[in-house]
């Protein structure tokens, strides 16, 4: 058994441990993070379960390819896992002896695994996938940002993990994502190509009632039906997190149909960010 191989049964592993959480929290049997609501316990379990699915994905195209991991590639798994282990950290507020603590990082630390993780969920042979980075962002920008501006890893990736789910899920052949710093702000548009335009609008607004009301609701939500448990397919739950993920972070969250392309725009303000609006170029 080769490193892939090891690797993906660990993966697997964990994906059949990981839906045991949710029935224990409920149960009363692990009494952990009480100061969460079940909606946020159900959120979290929501953009773990991406994490986890997110790696299996990229494992499994390795596989599939019979490609061997490259050293930069098991460097990136490395960081996968200790993703993973710094959002089971903050989540339960618990400590451990193999402390992974959440901290901030700089921008330019996370852009590799960030490139990675799109074209896992979008893959580049089913996918006409554009990532670009600009103004502050932007390599040949004079006054380039990326090393100064500060994100916490945890929040961000489950950030971008939710939108190119969303964007996989969405019968799509088309993406882009953009990452600016400018006088906004961290500006993060993500696009996808919508191939059919009918009841886009009635669609959006669905998905903002849903998130208003579970919002207001958190701690009187209805109980999953059979299949929301088994498939995860509570609507909105995905947007949901990053709205509450953004605002957490101090930004703001929209989305919605733009013309052609199905549109999500984020803005993470420069003061948030330990930066002076002077600084964005």
């Known amino acids: 058994m080769d490193a892939t191989t090891g690797l993906l049964?660990?993966?697997?592993?964990?994906?059949?441990?990981?839906?045991?959480?949710?029935?224990?929290?409920?149960?009363?049997?692990?009494?952990?993070?009480?100061?969460?609501?079940?909606?946020?316990?159900?959120?979290?379990?929501?953009d773990m379960v991406n994490q986890i699915h997110g790696l299996s994905l990229?494992?499994?195209?390795?596989?599939v390819a019979q490609q061997s991991l490259s050293a930069e590639e098991?460097?990136?798994?490395?960081?996968?896992?200790?993703?993973?282990?710094?959002?089971?950290?903050?989540?339960?507020?618990?400590?451990?002896?193999?402390?992974?603590?959440?901290h901030q990082v700089p921008f330019t630390v996370l852009q590799d695994n960030l490139v990675?993780?799109?074209?896992?969920?979008?893959?580049?042979h089913i996918f006409q996938t554009k990532i670009e980075f600009a103004g502050g962002l932007a390599a040949d920008s004079a006054a380039f940002m990326g090393d100064k501006i500060m994100l916490p890893p945890t929040s961000f990736f489950r950030i971008i993990t939710n939108l190119a789910k969303n964007m996989a899920e969405h019968n799509s052949d088309r993406a882009q994502f953009r990452f600016a710093f400018n006088e906004e702000g961290l500006v993060i548009l993500a696009q996808n190509h919508l191939k059919s335009l009918w009841e886009a609008e009635d669609v959006a607004q669905e998905l903002g009632e849903i998130i208003l009301q579970e919002t207001a609701n958190s701690d009187n939500l209805a109980p999953l039906s059979a299949a929301e448990r088994e498939f995860n397919l509570r609507p909105g739950l995905g947007l949901e997190s990053i709205t509450r993920l953004c605002e957490n972070l101090g930004g703001q969250f929209s989305f919605g149909?733009?013309?052609?392309?199905?549109?999500?725009?984020?803005i993470?303000?420069?003061?948030?960010?330990?930066?002076?609006?002077?600084?964005?170029a």
């Open 9 to 46: 049964l660990a993966v697997l592993i964990l994906w059949a441990i990981l839906p045991a959480w949710p029935l224990a929290w409920h149960k009363g049997k692990v009494h952990l993070a009480t100061d969460k609501s079940p909606h946020l316990q159900r959120l979290f379990y929501h």
């Open 268 to 280: 993470i303000p420069a003061a948030k960010l330990g930066i002076s609006t002077r600084s964005a």
């Open 116 to 124: 990675r993780l799109i074209h896992t969920y979008l893959p580049r």
């Open 74 to 102: 098991v460097n990136a798994v490395l960081s996968e896992v200790k993703l993973m282990q710094a959002m089971l950290q903050e989540h339960f507020k618990l400590g451990h002896r193999q402390n992974i603590a959440d």
């Open 58 to 63: 990229f494992l499994n195209q390795k596989l």
């Open 257 to 266: 149909p733009a013309g052609e392309f199905w549109q999500a725009k984020l």
